[in-house]
């Protein structure tokens, strides 16, 4: 009896320490899972940046389903494709029309299309501020709101970047730096310095493709 006893008491303990190590495992693994979460969350606000919605009044509220949260391994390869996507030594001056306003419109976009551009004819939905970011942080965060702003079904968005009143020199060093960074996006249709009220020389309203046709190219 006295055997019998002491077999089940350390049937117990063994019980009890197998429960004890799964709790901590299941533990870990919530500690895990919430840190991945954090950094997902944390990779999507440097990458975006501040992205602020411009509401209308006279448009109805009608909420959208969120979309599900993509695999943390797939923002972080994103993430890196955003970085490297835009190119600092790249020379967009011939590519400029020659206004005062170093306006831009891909091939085959109609004069009369960046003409309604400057005139303020397009309503803005969106925008992002850019100044007082360095230029690596403003080349991300231009790059991810462009992404946003083409899940989102943008056409017509504002990029403050400045006049560079607080750079070294007074000199606007994003100005130059936006305008290059703009015109290697395939989605970036047209763009122009805005209008007084809209930020004039600090800023510029950007036209974008509504969506890709069946065989790839944007429209």
């Known amino acids: 009896m006295k055997a019998h006893s002491l077999s089940e008491l350390a049937a ?3 019980a009890l320490r197998e ?5 901590e495992e299941a533990a870990a693994r919530r500690a895990a899972i919430e840190a991945a979460r954090q950094r997902e969350r944390e990779l999507f606000a440097r990458t975006v940046g501040e992205v602020t919605p411009l509401r209308d009044a006279n448009l109805a509220d009608i ?24 190119s600092d030594d790249f020379d967009a001056a011939s590519l400029m029309e020659t206004d005062d306003q170093l306006s831009y419109r ?3 976009i109609g ?27 403003a080349r991300e965060a231009l790059a ?7 899940k989102r079904g943008w056409r017509c968005v504002r990029v403050v970047h400045g006049k560079g009143l607080g750079s070294p020199g007074r000199q ?15 989605e970036v249709l047209a763009f122009t310095q805005a209008r007084g009220p809209d930020g004039g020389a600090g800023a510029l309203i950007v036209l974008l493709a509504s969506a890709r046709r069946p065989d790839g190219r944007l429209r």
């Open 12 to 14: 117990i303990h063994r």
């Open 19 to 23: 429960q004890r190590q799964h709790a």
């Open 63 to 86: 909420a959208r389903p969120r979309p599900l949260p993509e695999p943390f391994q797939r923002a972080l390869d994103e993430a890196e494709v955003l970085r490297v996507s835009l």
């Open 106 to 108: 891909q091939s085959g």
């Open 111 to 137: 004069d009369d299309v960046l003409k309604h551009l400057r005139l303020g004819r397009w309503s803005l939905q969106g925008q992002i501020d850019l100044h007082g970011l360095n230029r690596d942080a």
């Open 144 to 150: 991810g709101f462009l992404n946003a702003a083409g």
């Open 172 to 186: 606007p060093v994003l100005k130059g730096k936006v305008r290059s960074w703009l015109v290697q996006r395939q």
